[in-house]
């Protein structure tokens, strides 16, 4: 008489199977949020860049070179909405504005946010204005909320919080040209010196800069942790 034996695991092979399982995903799980969470900062600051230079360049051919558009007033949310009303609002897709104390905060579709505000005395048209993305709204509410409704305050962090400039003709990262308009270098970009604010310290002035400076993206050396 032929006898048939199951086949089956035991206990203790399935509880070492499933302890594998656990470690394994314990180390991949969040290299795998933090890769997402990359490529969602990545996404949206891109398009935030390019869309908003598109928009700069349709304002200019109806309303003349930036360089000639009446600069709103130094730290004046009021000045600075009629400012973005004027030139703006038009060529640029918004789902709202919010006033700060001293700037304007708009909300766009992908649920990143910005901040804009002027902080110099003398400007010329969009010359200095300087702008704080966020990728998500929270984090620009965040920021405001720790700042006392300011969106000119400092720390941004480079993970959720990024500074860009309006010089002349266009927005860019935050000074990735020096005073003769030569992109800086990667090491000063990426590091602090006496004279230079470095993406790697506190201040993360030049992180969108490095993001820029890298193609778009954000390489194993990049000083902030995701």
Same mark, same amino acid.
Request: positive net charge.
């Given at each position: 008489?032929?006898?048939?034996?199951?086949?089956?695991?035991?206990?203790?092979?399935?509880?070492?199977?499933?302890?594998?399982?656990?470690?394994?995903?314990?180390?991949?799980?969040?290299?795998?949020?933090?890769?997402?969470?990359?490529?969602?900062? +990545?996404?949206? $600051?891109?398009?935030? =860049?390019?869309?908003?230079?598109?928009?700069? @360049?349709?304002?200019?051919?109806? %309303? *003349?070179?930036?360089?000639?558009?009446?600069?709103?007033?130094?730290?004046?949310?009021?000045?600075?909405?009629?400012?973005?009303?004027?030139?703006?609002?038009?060529?640029?897709?918004?789902?709202?504005?919010?006033?700060?104390?001293?700037?304007?905060?708009?909300?766009?579709?992908?649920?990143?946010?910005?901040?804009?505000?002027?902080?110099?005395?003398?400007?010329?048209? +969009?010359?200095? $204005?300087?702008?704080? =993305?966020?990728?998500?709204?929270?984090?620009? @509410?965040?920021?405001?909320?720790? %700042? *006392?409704?300011?969106?000119?305050?400092?720390?941004?962090?480079?993970?959720?919080?990024?500074?860009?400039?309006?010089?002349?003709?266009?927005?860019?990262?935050?000074?990735?040209?020096?005073?003769?308009?030569?992109?800086?270098?990667?090491?000063?970009?990426?590091?602090?010196?006496?004279?230079?604010?470095?993406?790697?310290?506190?201040?993360?002035?030049?992180?969108?800069?490095?993001?820029?400076?890298?193609?778009?993206?954000?390489?194993?050396?990049?000083?902030?942790?995701?």
């Amino acid at each position: 008489m032929l006898i048939h034996k199951r086949l089956a695991f035991t206990l203790a092979e399935v509880l070492i199977t499933l302890g594998v399982i656990g470690i394994v995903a314990a180390l991949t799980i969040p290299v795998l949020i933090a890769n997402h969470r990359k490529q969602v900062v +990545i996404t949206r $600051m891109r398009k935030f =860049y390019t869309t908003i230079n598109q928009a700069i @360049k349709l304002s200019e051919a109806d %309303n *003349g070179e930036p360089v000639y558009w009446e600069p709103p007033k130094q730290l004046d949310a009021n000045s600075l909405e009629n400012f973005w009303n004027k030139y703006m609002l038009k060529y640029f897709t918004s789902k709202d504005i919010i006033k700060a104390s001293d700037g304007i905060l708009i909300l766009l579709a992908d649920g990143s946010a910005f901040g804009v505000y002027n902080p110099a005395s003398v400007v010329e048209g +969009i010359d200095w $204005m300087h702008i704080v =993305y966020c990728v998500d709204y929270k984090s620009c @509410k965040k920021h405001l909320e720790n %700042n *006392g409704n300011k969106i000119y305050n400092y720390p941004l962090d480079g993970k959720n919080t990024f500074l860009f400039i309006a010089r002349n003709v266009s927005v860019e990262t935050y000074y990735s040209v020096n005073n003769s308009g030569d992109i800086k270098s990667r090491d000063i970009l990426l590091n602090e010196t006496q004279n230079n604010y470095g993406c790697a310290k506190s201040y993360k002035a030049y992180c969108a800069a490095l993001i820029e400076y890298d193609g778009w993206t954000i390489q194993k050396d990049y000083p902030v942790r995701f």
